[in-house]
């Protein structure tokens, strides 16, 4: 499913005033490589190039007055979801060690890579999509804005979630699929092209930072 290029269609879409960048669980459990997940045996260096792209979008989303927006997974033994461990538990998974990922007052719980600076918002749940019991949603509506420029990982779990909500919300999803990674790549494609045709526009990072940047 090919990218849309902004610029072409409305450019002011992602104008400051009206977007905002949303960076989807970029944590050390989910992206370096001696996070859980990389002691588990996922191969970390996928994830990577999408997380130089996601500085690049941080960094320039700041210069130019666009809300940023950390979202990570916090998880603790009072929240944790008997729904998911079940479903853990019947695909044969060892539900109790998954469950410490991102786990509170770990290092693994912390945003990797791009990090939090003063001014960005920092938001953590509990689930996979960044708008179920957050304070996302009030948030986006306290700062005016319609338009959410999502990039994270993993694309087909997290960000994907994220995006379906912002669309039941109705706010403007953008996806960059330059700026998402999933451990499998098909997973990635496959994920980004059901967005594509279902509720988001696909850009890349280097069109996004050329509108911000000409701003």
Partial sequence: MANVDLTELQPDWIKSTRSALC??????????????????????????????????LVATARQHGVAVIFVGLKTTEQDDSPAWQEW?????????????????????????GAVPQEGDSVIYKTRYSAFFKTQLDD??????????????????????SSVRDAFHLDYQAIVVSDGCAAYETALHDASLRAMAINFALLSDTQSILKHWQSK
């Avoid at 509506?141 to 994270?152: E, H, P």
Wanted: glycine letters at 8%; proline letters at 2%.
């Fill in 139 to 160: 948030l986006l509506q306290q700062k005016q804005l319609d338009t959410i420029v999502f990039c994270g990982v993993t694309t087909e779990c997290c960000v994907e």
């Fill in 23 to 56: 960076v989807i669980d970029v944590q050390n459990d989910f992206a370096s490589p001696t996070g859980l997940l990389g002691q588990f045996g996922l191969d970390m260096d996928v994830v990577q190039p999408a997380i130089e792209n996601i500085k690049k």
């Fill in 88 to 112: 853990m538990t019947r695909q044969g998974r060892d539900a109790k060690a998954e469950s410490a990922i991102c786990r509170a007052k770990t290092s693994g719980m912390d945003f990797y």
